[in-house]
T-cell receptor
């Protein structure tokens, strides 16, 4: 399977604990995105990388959140001191960004990591 | 800022019938892309179809077609010959070069009945 993979698929944690999620993008893709989706809503952008550079972070990404893509391949998203409001589905997507095609970007999503904070 | 509006929280369609899911968008960027994704109960977002703002013809992908009306800022998804497996949430999204991210609507839940 050459799609986007995410681990773990489910995570249950207690308030105040740290959690880390991993995303492995499609191998030739240069962009990697993180989104968060709460019940009844569409996904909301958190951050994205082009190769290893983190180019944008949403205001949703508080100081407790950090994301890395150290070698331009897989990425990790860490949440420190989790709160009940962090409970959501965390989605990773990857794409091959081509400026020449009008700067648009078809993103392919992984299965997501569902986080429950008790 | 970009915005997507999906006004149909839920839709029902009979198997083998066609259905149209509505999407309107707002952006000041002249270059943008419009996307539709399907999200089954398993949670994965599945890419269905894309329309670029400069594309002259409406996009089609198998049973999916996008009714793009630029002047009205609408990008409705048409699913022909509905199947039971089409039952899912459907999200419309917009991408612009200046925003460099997808902005999603709130989705439409489609239920296909026998």
């Amino acid at each position: 399977d050459t799609g986007v993979s995410q681990n773990p698929r489910h995570k249950i944690t207690k308030r105040g604990q740290n959690v880390t999620f991993r995303c492995d993008p499609i191998s030739e893709h240069n962009r990697l995105y993180w989104y968060r989706q709460t019940l009844g809503q569409g996904p909301e952008f958190l951050t994205y990388f082009q190769n290893e550079a983190q180019l944008e972070k949403s205001r949703l990404l508080s100081d407790r959140f950090s994301a890395e893509r150290p070698k331009g391949s897989f990425s990790t998203l860490e949440i420190q001191r989790t709160e009940q409001g962090d409970s959501a589905m965390y989605l990773c997507a990857s794409s091959t960004y081509r400026r020449a095609s009008g700067g648009t970007d078809t993103q392919y999503f992984g299965p997501g990591t569902r986080l429950t904070v008790l | 800022a970009q915005k997507i509006t999906q006004t149909q929280p839920g839709m029902f369609v009979q198997e083998k019938e066609a259905v149209t899911l509505d999407c309107t968008y707002d952006t000041s960027d002249p270059s943008y892309g419009l996307f539709w994704y399907k999200q089954p109960s398993s949670g994965e977002m599945i890419f269905l179809i894309y329309q670029g703002s400069y594309d002259q013809q409406n996009a089609t992908e198998g049973r999916y077609s996008l009714n793009f009306q630029k002047a009205r800022k609408s990008a409705n998804l048409v699913i022909s010959a509905s199947q039971l497996g089409d039952s899912a949430m459907y999200f419309c999204a917009i991408f612009t070069g200046t925003a460099s991210k997808l902005t999603f609507g709130t989705g439409t839940r489609l239920q296909v009945t026998l």
